[in-house]
């Protein structure tokens, strides 16, 4: 089968590698434009575009897929008989989702109608959902809404990161949209129930900003999906302190008011969180320095009992 394959990020991957196993014919790959990345802000092409320029597949990176007639007559002039979209990043123009004879599949990581968005793995992990999953569907011209083809379901795993459960259904997505181009033209099409749906928009920089008065396992879920994108943060006398991995404790204190530093040890910092349940952070990073274990920056840092954090404003 002839594809036209939209995709970015790493979690693209699996289903692009998929369909060229499976024998299907990419023809061509459409991926985001290079974009600054990295602590140097180095100019970085996509994950999928450099899998395809390894792969010898042609690369189409349209700034603004909706506006870009060129674009979309170069993905029509490929001729495909289905697009495939998986992460791609833009919403695509009704031209192009109807052009193909099966029109336009996507893979999403998330049981449809729940979590139409952006950003559905790290709601689900957000949330504190026990059980997500794939879905298959055909594009229509409104966000998430189209006919469900298929789907799959999987439990969360405990203490399962965002970006290790997003590969998880990377790499399921991706044996379900082989599954589903070889039926394709028996597959079902179920509309869906939109009024069990459920958003999952764009995180937000302020999204990581730890609250300690919420419970510890509420503050472990956050750092669980956010601490690798954007990033998960808390103040230590008023500069900014990253949160990269910890986990809830089963115990705290219930005097001591949120964000108040119990302990200091070798496993980490012990935090006072809400409702008597504490935090223990594991490793942490100051803004521009390196990652170190809680342990390690506590004692450079002269952190004690009783220091608080948590206090501190945002820039302006």
């Not at 569907?137 to 997003?166: F, H, Y």
Request: proline share 6%; net charge neutral.
């Amino acid at each position: 089968m002839k594809v036209v394959f939209f995709g970015s990020p790493s979690a693209a991957l699996p289903s692009l590698e998929g369909l060229i196993r499976a024998g299907h014919h990419v023809e061509l790959v459409v991926t985001q434009p290079d974009r600054p990345a990295g602590r140097g802000r180095r100019t970085t092409p996509s994950e999928v575009k450099k899998a395809a320029v390894e792969k010898g597949l042609p690369v189409l990176e349209p700034s603004r897929i909706r506006k870009d007639e060129t674009a979309a007559e170069r993905i029509r002039s490929a001729d495909a008989d289905v697009n495939v979209v998986v992460a791609y990043g833009q919403i695509i123009p009704d031209a192009i989702i109807y052009a193909p004879r099966h029109r336009s599949l996507n893979v999403h990581f998330s049981l449809l109608p729940r979590y139409r968005g952006a950003a559905p793995v790290q709601w689900t992990i957000l949330n504190g959902d026990t059980e997500t999953g794939v879905s298959i569907i055909e594009l229509n011209d409104r966000m998430d809404e189209g006919d469900i083809l298929a789907w799959t379901k999987v439990p969360v795993l405990s203490g399962e990161t965002a970006d290790e459960l997003e590969a998880r259904l990377a790499s399921l997505g991706a044996e379900l949209l082989i599954a589903s181009l070889e039926r394709i033209e028996d597959l079902p099409h179920v509309p869906q129930d939109h009024g069990r749906a459920t958003l999952a928009p764009k995180i937000r920089k302020e999204d990581g900003r730890i609250d300690w008065g919420r419970t510890a396992e509420a503050v472990d879920r956050q750092v669980r999906a956010l601490a690798s994108n954007p990033g998960v943060y808390t103040f230590l006398r008023g500069r900014r302190l990253l949160v990269h991995r910890g986990r809830a404790m089963a115990d705290g204190s219930p005097s001591a008011a949120p964000g108040t530093v119990l302990g200091a040890g070798p496993e980490g910092l012990f935090i006072a969180c809400g409702e008597g349940t504490s935090y223990l952070v594991e490793r942490v990073q100051a803004e521009g320095r390196a990652v170190l274990s809680a342990r390690a920056f506590s004692l450079g840092t002269r952190i004690e009992v009783g220091d608080r954090l948590g206090e501190g404003r945002e820039p302006a």
